[in-house]
């Protein structure tokens, strides 16, 4: 036993000698680390454009000024969300009641879309109406409405003479997406502990879900919160059918996720009349700083770069009442972003004449819907929904401790009714329903739609007008001719038998190093080979593995990174947060998709960069290498958008391990590290397959190509 360990030792340490031999990128002395260069380089064009949107609120002087910015941010997050569906029959049905003390509940199902159906729990007073009406969106509970700080709230405004209807959102409580329809299971695993699933089918946290289903609304040029939205806003529509809830009198107060909700609810729908939005609110910069890029529904396409920051979602509704809750301590929303984002917005309701209509609420708590908050969103829904200041307790005050703990706290959010008794569809999962669409089946019709659209268009111009289309849809500024931007440094080489190995550095762009290994036979064949690993450069450079095998044939070969893969990766631990679904990079891929930058345009460039020093390296005549292109993995998708932007570049393109369309990404309930891959909107322009036709489907091949989750496909496909 001891041998083996010993001889276990020795091959790691060997197999760790040989990757520190094959780096390339060394730290450099007060500088960046190669793991961090992606990030840096990200939040610096993050940093300028948030400048820039300081500058430009910092021109507004007066009232004129005021409306046309909140026009221009309705209009660009309607138009980033995808717009909104038709109003279609809400369908709505009341299917059972409870009794609560000094209050009742009401379990409603209705259709915010076509056999796409959202369950909920209205809570009234027991005195007669009409009432005004809180519609309450839940955060990221995976039990949803029947969480119980959401009950908590709904109850307290209830017993104040307010009606509240609390919600399932997709991807929790009774409308999960990603059911298990073959087993059973009692548990699933959030960050630090296994938790309870609200039903045997669920699989995934709703975090998991959401993110999920987002990547797909991506290549579609929509957002997962417009799903999200939609069905508040139909929920709003349900509440004024009512001829018991007063239809010009609605609030909405909503907790972390709800309250990013409500903070688009109340931006966009005029009929909320007061808002409470509850540990969200903070400044896109803190956010950044301190937590990173969140859920996919809390990320819009571009919003930084137009100027769109987490005050915007006030000033949108101003001047319209509104409270902010937040907590002192809450780590992932931080307070100080929230006390700037406060600032900025009573200036802009002053402009307007009415700084009293926004506030801020700072409890001395963590994250969550706490006693305080819920007190607070109360007041001000009965303040402004019933004209009336009422100091309103959830529970008698000298009946606290002093200090209260947070152990405290939470045992006074525990909920009246367990998940069971909130249950509006009969099997507890409305996914479970006869003829019930998922978003995956939605998004699926909706890309069938844009398909017969864009094979039309596509058909109808030319291959420059192809070919430019695609560079606007990925945000590349390859240019069609061979000149582009970079420098190159030689670090050293490596003598191995029968070829060298060079070390070269390319920085394509300030900000972005990029390493690579020129490995250099004997006698060149005149042949030379860029080498693209979606893992590193290091994965088949070991001796008597793949690369060897093409420089023993008189191969030059380029093994080379591009930014985000081998030494330049994250370091994000692709465990936490659901992240081992999407990729170490998640977090950085939506930093850039908020500035409007997409992973697979920047590498692009990258793999355009490498070209061009590979077509001029080591010639032996005046003319250019012909470049094979190997792309694996990761790699594979920015390959081919490469080659179909400079097909002349390459002799061959080979592309292996990697999928064929982006519509198997819209379709498929589950899958795995396809975060980088998406583009926002490119399935309205064109697919993967349209791109190889543009690189040359004569010299184009896919080598076992894989589904969305990584997994072998059995044919191979040109």
Known sequence: ????????????????????????????????APGNLLEVYLKQQFYQQLDARTAAFEQLKGPADCRAWQQQRREFFVRQLGGFPQRTPLEARVVGHLNGEDYRVEKVIFASRPDHHVTANLYLPKSPGPYPAVLVP????????????????????????MAALCYDPIGQGERYQMLDFEHDHEHFKSVSRPLPVPHPRVQYLCTVEHTTMGLGCILLGTNIAQYRIWDGMRAIDYLQSRDDIIADKIGCTGNS??????????????RIVAAAP????????????TQGAQDAEQNIFGQIAFGLDE????????????LICAGTRD???????????????????SRLGYPERVELNEADVPHGFYLQQREAAARWMHRWLLGKDKVIQEVDPDSLPDPISDEQLRALSAGDWTQEQLYCSPEGQVLLMPGEKSVFQINAEIEQQLQAKRTAAWQAISVAQRQELVRKTIGSSIPQSNATGGSIESVGTIQREGYTIEKLVLTPEAGIRLPALAFM??????????????????????????IETLVKQGQLVLAAELRGIGETETGHDKQDYGRGRFG???????????????????RTEDVASWTRFLSEYQTTSDQPNQIQLIAIGEAAVPALHAAALQPDRFASVRLRNTIRSWSEVVRTPETLDQAVNVVHGALQHYDLTDLIDLAGADKTLLEEPVDVLGEPLREKAK
């Open 1 to 32: 036993m001891k041998r083996m360990i010993f001889a276990l030792m020795l091959t790691i340490a060997a197999q760790a000698r040989a990757d520190d031999e094959l780096r390339v990128l060394a730290p450099q002395p007060g500088g960046v």
């Open 311 to 322: 005050p915007d979602y006030v000033m949108m509704r101003a001047p319209k009442p509104t």
């Open 278 to 289: 509850a540990c969200y609110l903070t400044t896109f910069r803190r956010l950044i700083d």
């Open 257 to 270: 996720g709800g309250g990013t909700l409500t903070a688009y609810l109340m931006a966009l729908d005029e």
């Open 584 to 602: 170490r990079d998640v977090q950085e891929m939506f930093l850039a998709y908020l500035i409007g930058r997409s992973y697979v345009g920047m």
């Open 521 to 546: 036979p004997t006698k060149l064949s005149g042949q030379a080979c860029l080498y693209l690993h979606g893992i590193s450069m290091q994965a088949d450079a070991a001796p008597g593995g793949a």
């Open 138 to 161: 839940c955060g990221h509970s995976h039990d949803g409405k029947a969480a119980g700080g959401y009950q908590r709230v709904s109850i307290l405004l209830a017993k104040n003479g």
């Open 331 to 349: 780590v992932t929303f931080d307070i100080e972003g929230t006390w700037d984002l406060f600032r900025q917005s009573k200036r802009f309701y």
